[in-house]
């Protein structure tokens, strides 16, 4: 095979893995440190994507204005969400399955209003000024756009690596499956952490969905095909599993590069292969953390 | 505690056959008849659904994957083989949907809780894709539609009953095995999974048992479906299907084993109102779930229940804890 | 008589913390005996691995002459091992009745049973109905467990165990969190128990009236170890045993 063509398909597959990566590590931040299975989380994906065709298209904002605007706009409905809806059924008898139900009536809720506010018909986002054209490396020609995302992926894993390793509630949020009583008895707020936690998942899912604006056409309903993605990368990853997440995303990436580019009519399906397979061998996810099982 | 539960059954069975049984008789018009048609059909559905996540604690978002089986098994036969094929069919659909949901229950019960939603919705929604891409053997987009079931079951009125029937002893069915022994192990395998072990039972395959049980009566859904609508079309596959009727069971109360055949009745009767009316829909169900999780968990039967147990002196604080499955 | 428990260097770490390190002993068939230790000296996980929840990383579990080391727990209950739990484990929307007769349905192997109604098998429905009535919960067969005072589910606890009759019953704390009339009932209860089901009884308790009462034989876990074993005189007047965990309240 040409190399040149499996370079650019790893390149393309890394931006893929940088969107999904962003997605899905807002999903497991929350589900690890909170608890909270967010199924609406894509929904906030999709409502980052809007909020930056509204900030670009109407009020003719600058593009990097505008994913800060979605972030920003996606973590404000998520803390909304969490602290009028979803922290009253914590504690609840069976709360997994209430959580799934409440967050599913999120989505259902959520593409209805983004239907009523943009219509049901395509949006779509030019890429911002700058990064229009392509790069030739070594005769390669790379969207300079791709590299500004996989850029701002390696900044926020870095980041995140730094929080993680270095401050006390990176270590919190790594000690997976950590309980909401075991926080409190810790002296943490619980309450102001759990609205603060689940806005910055909900603001990841907003920055991606910002970032992705310019690649994919804007519509509802994405909220649904998001979510699955970013399940199978935890699914991969191991559910409340950061680094899993990381390696999920570039393993889900990088097949679906390379399946879009050789069988384009199902490729989607590869996604789902992936997913079996790991079923199959590993099912509690390649970077499982260990379950604490109590009697 | 016995004697009632005695006395709902039997209300419960009255009122299905007086009103089943007479709305034939009293509507001349087809489209009131099919309306109680998905009526029964969503109805029982949405108990075999139960099955899984009131009794036994497993929430799936993906029983549209047999329920599309069924209804797929039926258009396909009927359209390439003619419609004598109908019955047979509507069997093959239920073995297919017994095969296919060994081999993905073996899989998905593996995990649990979110992660077994999850997979139930990833499963269903990768046969939903290869539906809606192979065009050239499942029609893709369009569907299959004039799937008409053969002799006198094409009179509208025959085929109600015929579905009457069918609905009636699955529901019999159902109700049988939620108060048999293996009934009494699921419903113990949500309370407390870990004693089940205890008790020297398999609590995986239990679970699979009852995968498999509850996509059964799923794919006969679909079958039955298929005929009362002449026609199928890739959503029945779509995870939305999924979702409706978890939320019927949600809206009749999880808790009780009549309570998701009335949460059908009433999302149908309520699409059938305003759901015309509206491009909204989502927007509708969506609110409504939210306010059965928020403020009516129990669901309508179940908090019916519950009130009234609150002027009976012994029951101070029956039914508070978590979602008692009465029997 | 050949022992019917017997626990051969059984070695357990969590990462670095070693919950059980070397155990051996061995329990006589008919026997009632206790393990007891201060908080966290692994008695509970002791427990666990007899009966399959956690799997020793070194040594062997004889019961009834087979090696059950790496049995299933299901494998383990099946071959004759009871167990009651510290944290009351039950299933809390069943009436009390159907707690026992999901077990004695078990034990009879009638659980895939799915037409018939749980009534129709009345040997079950007998034997549960007599375990009630043992454990004196006869009166309260109709009502769902979560109902039930804390003391009455410890028992039920108990009742679920003995409805898979078993050989052995491993009792984890049955007594904790009673009032002290509550525990004297309840001592007395679990000897009759022991010789109405003609039960090997181990169990664990902290209230030393109750060790010292019921038991024949007293075994002392500290930090995972088998510190002391003996007759609860032995046990008594031991001063390692005094000094790690006794001190002078009980003597
Ligand atoms: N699954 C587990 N993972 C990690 N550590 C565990 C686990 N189970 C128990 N431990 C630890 O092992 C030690 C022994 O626990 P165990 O429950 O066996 O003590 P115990 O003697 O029963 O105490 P108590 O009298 O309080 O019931 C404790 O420090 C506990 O925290
Ligand atoms: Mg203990």
């Given amino acids: 095979m040409d190399p040149s063509f499996i370079i650019m398909q790893f390149l393309s597959g890394l931006m893929m893995a940088t969107l999904l990566f962003l997605v899905a590590s807002g999903l497991t931040l929350i589900f690890g440190v909170g608890n909270v299975f967010n199924f609406a989380h894509g929904s906030f994906y999709m409502i980052g994507a809007y909020l930056a065709y509204q900030t670009v298209s109407a009020w003719h904002a600058n593009f990097w204005i505008s994913v800060l605007v979605a972030a920003l706009g996606a973590g404000v409905l998520g803390m909304i969400a969490e602290s009028v809806f979803l922290r009253r059924i914590y504690g609840r008898a069976e709360e997994g399955g209430f959580q799934i139900l409440l967050t599913y009536s999120f989505i259902l809720v959520i593409d209805d209003l983004v239907k009523l506010i943009w219509g049901a018909e395509y949006k779509s986002l030019a890429r911002p000024t700058g990064f229009r054209g392509a790069i030739e490396i070594g005769g390669l020609t790379i969207p300079s756009y791709n590299l500004a995302i996989i850029g701002i992926g390696l900044v926020v894993v870095v980041m995140a690596w730094l929080i993680l390793s270095r401050t006390r509630t990176g270590r919190i949020a790594r000690a997976a499956a950590l309980d909401r009583e075991m926080l409190g008895s810790m002296g943490v707020n619980v309450p102001l952490t759990m609205t603060l936690v689940f806005g910055i998942a909900t603001a990841m899912g907003g920055f991606a969905g910002a970032l992705a604006a310019p690649l994919r056409s804007v519509v509802p309903g994405a909220g649904i095909e998001v979510i699955i993605d970013s399940l199978i990368v935890v699914v991969i990853g191991g559910m409340g599993n950061f680094w899993g997440a990381w390696l999920g995303a570039l393993i889900l990436g990088e097949v679906n590069s390379f399946a879009v580019a050789t069988v384009p009519d199902w490729a989607s399906l590869f996604n789902y292969l992936v997913m079996v397979l790991t079923l199959i061998f590993k099912p509690e996810g390649l970077f499982a953390s260990r379950k604490i099982r109590k009697v | 505690m016995k004697n009632h539960a005695k006395i709902k059954e039997v209300v419960f069975w009255a009122l299905f056959f007086v009103i089943f049984g007479l709305i034939p008789l009293l509507e001349k018009s087809d489209y009131h008849l099919i309306l109680a048609n998905h009526i029964l059909i969503w109805g029982m559905f949405a108990m075999a659904f139960n099955m899984l996540f009131g009794v036994t604690g497993m929430l799936s978002f993906g029983q549209a994957l047999y329920y599309g089986l069924g209804a797929y098994s039926v258009g396909l036969m009927v359209k390439n083989f003619g419609d004598i094929w109908f019955l047979p069919a509507i069997g093959l659909g239920l073995l297919s949907a017994t095969l296919v949901s060994i081999l993905i229950g073996l899989l998905v019960i593996r995990v649990s809780g979110v992660y077994f939603t999850v997979l139930t919705l990833a499963f269903g929604q990768l046969v939903w894709q290869i539906t809606f891409k192979w065009y050239h053997f499942t029609g893709g987009d369009d569907g299959i539609q004039s799937i008409i079931p053969p002799g006198i079951l094409a009179n509208h009125t025959v085929y109600y009953f015929f579905t009457l029937l069918l609905v009636a002893v699955s529901i019999w069915v159902l109700r049988r095995l939620v108060n048999s022994p293996m009934g009494l192990v699921l419903r113990c395998i949500r309370q407390n999974p870990d004693r089940v072990r205890f008790l020297g039972r398999r609590v995986r395959r239990n679970q699979l048992r009852i995968y498999v049980i509850s996509s059964f009566f799923a794919a006969l859904a679909g079958g039955l479906m298929a005929g009362v609508d002449n026609s199928i079309h890739p959503d029945m596959f779509y995870w939305t299907t999924s979702g409706e009727v978890i939320l019927m069971a949600v809206i009749g109360g999880i808790g009780q084993f009549f309570g998701p055949f009335i949460g059908a009745a009433l999302i149908i009767i309520i699409q059938d109102v305003v759901g015309a009316r509206t491009e909204y829909w989502s927007l509708i169900i969506g609110l409504i779930m939210m306010v059965m999780v928020l403020i009516l968990p129990k669901g309508l039967v179940g908090e019916v229940q519950l009130l009234r147990g609150r002027f009976r002196p012994d029951a101070k604080n029956r039914g508070e804890n978590g979602t008692t499955f009465s029997a | ?251």
């Avoid at chain 3, 770490?13 to 155990?23: E, N």
Wanted: proline share 4%.
């Fill in chain 3, 1 to 251: 008589m050949e022992p019917l428990l017997v626990l051969d260097s059984v070695t357990k770490s969590f990462g670095g913390l070693r919950v059980t390190a070397g155990v051996s002993f061995s329990v006589a068939p008919g026997s009632i005996s206790a393990v007891i230790g201060p908080n966290g000296a692994g008695k509970t996980s002791l427990f666990n691995q007899i009966t399959g929840y956690l799997r020793p990383d070194k040594g062997r579990i004889i019961f009834r002459q087979e090696d059950i080391t790496d049995l299933s727990t299901r494998e383990i209950v099946s071959r004759g091992m009871g167990r009651a739990f510290q944290v009351t484990s039950f299933f809390p929307e069943e009436t009390v009745l159907d707690n026992v007769r999901v077990a004695c349905l078990s034990r009879l192997n009638k659980t895939r049973k799915a037409i018939k109604n749980v009534s129709y098998f009345k040997e079950a429905t007998d034997k549960a109905f007599k375990i009630l009535e043992s454990i004196g919960l006869g009166k309260q067969a109709d009502r769902p467990a979560f109902e039930l005072a804390h003391g009455d589910q410890k028992l039920l606890d108990i009742g679920i165990a003995l409805g898979l009759e078993p050989k052995m019953l491993l009792l984890d704390e049955p007594t904790s969190g009673m009032s002290p009339e509550e525990r004297l009932l309840t001592r007395n209860l679990i000897k009759r128990l022991w010789k109405e089901f003609n039960l090997t009884l181990l169990f664990i308790e902290h209230d030393m009236d109750t060790v010292f009462g019921i038991a024949q034989t007293v075994r002392v876990l500290q930090m995972g170890r088998l510190l002391a074993e003996g007759t609860p005189e032995e046990i008594r007047n031991n001063p390692e045993v005094i000094t790690a965990y006794l001190g002078e309240e009980v003597l």
